[in-house]
């Protein structure tokens, strides 16, 4: 009898259970995000109770990813959207919110998440009729690459999913204080490990090391494209190799959306070589974290440095 009944009740608490968990997996907070380091930052803040998407993949150029069809359903579904902000991604995610017919996530409503608000932008363009056709009338956007701007991103957010989903504060918050830890111990092991790379000279193809070398004190001679998604002229990149020879600069970096051509022949006439360094977490294989990209960026750069014969002495 006894036996019947905790087997029968046995069987009811199982079934509850599982009715608990099949809630559980359809209640998760669906998070889009533009950029895959958001994915990853977003993924560390909700933790359990969230399911995050990136939208772009690492090694596509962020002003213009290709639209694919999956993305509007996506929108669509979406509680809450995570963007970089500062026009990053004013090409192609303004017209898929449109169409996605989702009014939490439209900018101004609390389901859009910016996470450029707490950040100080650099290179804001002072005359902006002359930031027509260029690809940061805002300002530089790729502050993801100073591991600093992974901090505000990161409390941007916990404040962001708090204020759509207060009920789990105490887990956002919880959430935040870890990774913030980590972050920071990894800042002061980068900062150390990232000394030689003081004054080290480099160009780039796009301007988007700027905060970077600003927080490893690298010196930025110039970038191939004439501004930001302009293309160089002739007479820039004689100018730009000039330049180059006459500080020292033998690093050329290359971002993995653009082609190879132009930064090998610049360091084949200076005499220096081309690195190949992500943008994005995803914009190398071995790159799977934000923390991944910080580092990798550094140990890259150190290689380089090295090879040339410019790392500085610690
Ligand atoms: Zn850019």
Known sequence: MISQWLSRFCGLMLGVVLLAGEAHAEEKIYIVTSLPDLADIAARIGGDLVTVESLA????????????????????????????????????????????????????????????????????????????????PAGNPHFNLDPEGGRLIAQTIAEGLTLNFPQHRATFEANLKVFLAQLNAKIRDWEILARPLHGVKFISYHQDFTYFADRFGMDYVGTIELKPGIEPTASHLVELMQNMKTVGAKIVLREPHFSEKVPNQIAAQVGGLVVKLPIMVGGSPEVKTYFDLIEYNIRELLKAAQVAGVAGKV
Request: no cysteine.
């Open 57 to 136: 993949k690492g090694i596509e150029d962020p002003h213009g990813v290709p639209i694919k069809p999956s993305f509007v359903p996506k929108l669509n579904r979406a509680q809450v959207l995570i963007v970089m902000g500062l026009e990053y991604e004013h090409s192609w995610i303004p017209a898929l919110v449109t169409e996605s017919r989702n009014s939490k996530i439209v900018k101004g409503n609390s389901g859009y998440i910016d996470v450029s608000l707490k950040v100080t932008p650099k290179e804001v363009p002072t005359d902006l009729s002359r930031a027509k056709g260029e690809l940061h």
